[in-house]
């Protein structure tokens, strides 16, 4: 149990267009889910709190109009890197807090890697 | 501030051999720490937790860690290290401010490196 998937697993987009990584709990839900950027050998840097049914929270230094984040659902967060640019390529890890666990367990899921050219 | 800190970037250990990677931190209150590990282009796999109890916590794949709140330490230990346990290396703390959603704190990650 407890199985955090992401879709697409590797993608690579044009400058300019906007890409959209999934992340679901399969088998719990989970009204919090995190968004994280890893660059190569380095630590998970957190981007944003993803809350269901209400507004991200974002880290400082993250845009928000950049990095486009929905909950709709409380097996579902969604980010989107609008008008994407080279400098956004990266490892995106998401991962989600298992609802009425007493001290708030994390599943991660296994990453996107962004390429843009 | 709450913090996590791994001193040392890379552990290089012989087959055979035990291993340590060292975790050290900086919170509020009373921790929830976590270890996880990662392998090249993967997402993180939970290894072990320590929220109460035994200071001595046993997790996956034989790992082990040691929560020391004197030396605010938590180092994650294996009596018999495998070249497969190569990989990177993750200490966590939960951020314990409310209100924060019980957000993760990190450490920079230690790579670990098992010769034959």
């Known amino acids: 149990g407890a199985v955090v998937s992401q879709h697409p697993s590797r993608v690579i987009c044009k400058s300019g267009t906007s890409v959209k990584i999934e992340c679901r709990s399969l088998?719990?839900?989970?009204?919090?889910m995190f968004w994280y950027r890893q660059f190569p050998k380095q630590s998970l840097m957190l981007m944003a709190t993803?809350?269901?049914?209400?507004?991200?929270?974002?880290e400082q230094g993250v845009e928000k109009d950049k990095f486009l984040i929905n909950h709709a659902s409380l097996t579902l967060s969604t980010l989107t890197v609008t008008s994407a640019h080279p400098e956004d390529s990266s490892f995106y890890i998401c991962?989600?807090?298992?609802?009425?666990?007493?001290?708030?367990?994390?599943?991660f899921g296994p990453g996107t890697r962004l390429t843009v050219l | 501030a709450q913090s996590v800190a791994q001193p040392e970037d890379q552990v290089n250990v012989a087959e055979g051999n035990p291993l340590t990677v060292k975790c050290t931190y900086s919170?509020?209150?009373?921790?929830?720490l976590f270890w996880y590990v990662q392998y090249p282009n993967r997402g993180l796999q939970f290894l072990l937790k320590?929220?109460?109890?035994?200071?001595l916590v046993k997790g996956s794949y034989g790992f082990e860690a040691e929560f020391n709140k004197s030396q605010t330490s938590f180092h994650l230990k294996k009596p018999s290290a495998l070249v497969s346990d190569s990989a990177l290396y993750f200490c966590?703390?939960?951020?314990?401010?409310?209100?924060?959603?019980?957000?993760?704190?990190f450490g920079q990650g230690t790579e670990l490196s098992v010769k034959p």
């Open positions: 993803s809350n269901e049914g209400s507004k991200a929270t974002y």
């Open positions: 991962s989600a807090k298992r609802d009425w666990s007493s001290y708030n367990e994390q599943f």
């Open positions: 088998d719990f839900q989970a009204t919090t």
């Open positions: 320590y929220i109460t109890g035994d200071n």
């Open positions: 919170v509020s209150g009373n921790p929830y």
């Open positions: 966590a703390v939960r951020d314990m401010i409310y209100n924060q959603g019980g957000k993760l704190i």
